[in-house]
T-cell receptor
Framework: AQKVTQAQTEISVVEKEDVTLDCVYETRDTTYYLFWYKQPPSGELVFLIRRNSFDEQNEISGRYSWNFQKSTSSFNFTITASQVVDSAVYFCALSEAGSGGYQKVTFGTGTKLQVIP | SQTIHQWPATLVQPVGSPLSLECTVEGTSNPNLYWYRQAAGRGLQLLFYSVGIGQISSEVPQNLSASRPQDRQFILSSKKLLLSDSGFYLC????????????FGPGTRLLVL
């Protein structure tokens, strides 16, 4: 069975600090996909990134960067120079290639990030 | 571009009353559709998914049911609400037949009193 662990329940940082959100996953499949979502106080989950298991290149998008390491089954998310608008709950998720036109996504329990001005 | 709508945004219902939450998707055809529930301060629990009209699969046995009367419409229902049904309900869609990203709607906050 697939599993996603986000050990950090809550993190507080002061604005402009860098912060890394950890994500560790378990799966038996060789083909799988990893995601990060952001849930601001309004509640809607906003998609941030998707990586497949064959692409271990790290990715950078503005102040956001992601570090995918298959050797440690981790997919960590770093926010550089954090801002108050980054305050949200962040979810890591894992999807395995399924059949019948459907894939099951397993979500972690989320990390609540508070950026203090 | 695709958009997903949910309504109502907020709902307060008494115990034992019926429930109907609606989700519609625009800008795509034959999507996979999902209902999730998020209890306060917790992660997401998949309730139902659908790969086509009239095709519903349940992940967790419970007091709720789902229906898909049209290609881009997904409805979550209950005949009699329980206190434990309170939570934040999210609908999501993804492209059929691929391991694609799930995109979420704005959610419905349900409080059962």
């Amino acid at each position: 069975a697939q599993k996603v662990t986000q050990a950090q329940t809550e993190i507080s940082v002061v604005e402009k600090e860098d912060v890394t959100l950890d994500c560790v996953y378990e799966t038996r499949d060789t083909t799988y996909y990893l995601f990060w979502y952001k849930q601001p106080p309004s509640g809607e989950l906003v998609f941030l990134i998707r990586r497949n298991s064959f692409d271990e290149q790290n990715e950078i998008s503005g102040r956001y960067s992601w570090n995918f390491q298959k050797s440690t089954s981790s997919f960590n998310f770093t926010i550089t120079a954090s801002q108050v608008v980054d305050s949200a709950v962040y979810f890591c998720a894992l999807s395995e290639a399924g059949s019948g036109g459907y894939q099951k996504v397993t979500f972690g329990t989320g990390t609540k990030l508070q950026v203090i001005p | 571009s695709q958009t997903i709508h949910q309504w109502p945004a907020t709902l307060v219902q008494p115990v034992g009353s019926p429930l109907s939450l609606e989700c519609t998707v625009e800008g795509t055809s034959n999507p996979n559709l999902y209902w999730y529930r998020q209890a306060a301060g917790r992660g997401l629990q998949l309730l139902f998914y659908s790969v086509g009209i009239g095709q519903i699969s349940s992940e967790v046995p419970q007091n709720l049911s789902a229906s898909r009367p049209q290609d881009r419409q997904f409805i979550l229902s209950s005949k009699k609400l329980l206190l434990s049904d309170s939570g934040f309900y999210l609908c999501a869609w993804s492209v059929w037949g691929t391991v694609e990203t799930q995109y979420f709607g704005p959610g419905t906050r349900l409080l059962v009193l």
